[in-house]
């Protein structure tokens, strides 16, 4: 049964700590990209990777951190120096180039 | 660069025709997409149309691409409440899609 896998569905946070957001795909995609939704505003780039052990900065990417040591996995880390980390944040691979996207069910994140 | 454009929000009557529209403006476009977003859910794609199409239908669903004014539209055909969600409109032919800010679609009694 292939997909796209984000966990936890929701976490929350004290101010000051880093956390990592898991994301793995057995959907065989090259290409792999986390987005950040807040209410309105639709969805914002913060890194993308092409392949395996390259990845690239997005619209947002200032206070994430990223790696891409395996095909399948994709984890980002929100670091302390992200001003407003609350958000729904949303995984998604694709085959290739312009090709369409499949999203994970996304994670919560609340940091108070 | 590349820039999708959507209206935010649609109400119609369960049982009418639902259109979001969409304005891009990558002419690179080789795909147009429709996603759609349910609450506190991830974007499921729903259909897609090839950019030298004009036309593609899949049951409810209608999308009307006119490349010429790079307008893409979704229908949906008797509309029910099940089809309460956001709808996002993307572009893609660059390695990275670009969205639109997405349409929440109410659809009431």
């Known amino acids: 049964d292939g997909g796209i896998t984000q966990s936890p569905k929701y976490l929350f946070r004290k101010e000051g700590q880093n956390v990592t957001l898991s994301c793995e795909q057995n959907?065989?995609?090259?290409?792999m990209y986390w987005y950040r939704q807040d209410p309105g505003q639709g969805l914002r780039l913060i890194y993308y990777?092409?392949?395996?052990?390259?990845?690239q900065k997005g619209d947002i990417a200032e206070g994430y951190s990223v790696s891409r040591e395996k095909k399948e996995s994709f984890p980002l880390t929100v670091t302390s120096a992200q001003k407003n980390p609350t958000a729904f944040y949303l995984c998604?691979?694709?085959?290739?180039?312009?090709?369409?996207?499949?999203f994970g069910p996304g994670t919560r994140l609340t940091v108070t | 660069g590349e820039d999708v454009e959507q209206s935010l929000f649609l109400s119609v009557r369960e049982g009418d025709s639902s259109v979001i529209n969409c304005t891009y403006t990558?002419?690179?476009?080789?795909?147009l997409y429709w996603y759609k977003q349910e609450p506190g859910a991830g974007l499921q794609l729903l259909t897609y149309?090839?950019?030298?199409?004009d036309m593609k239908q899949d049951q409810r669903l209608t999308v009307l691409l006119n490349k010429k004014d790079k307008h893409l539209s979704l229908r949906i055909a008797d509309t029910q409440t099940g089809d309460s969600a956001i709808y996002f409109c993307?572009?893609?032919?660059?390695?990275?899609?670009?969205f639109g800010r997405g349409t929440s679609l109410i659809v009431h009694p």
């Open positions: 993307g572009s893609g032919g660059s390695y990275i899609p670009t």
């Open positions: 998604a691979s694709s085959p290739g180039t312009g090709g369409e996207q499949y």
């Open positions: 990777s092409q392949i395996v052990n390259d990845f």
């Open positions: 959907l065989n995609h090259d290409a």
């Open positions: 990558d002419s690179s476009s080789t795909y």
């Open positions: 149309i090839f950019s030298n199409m």
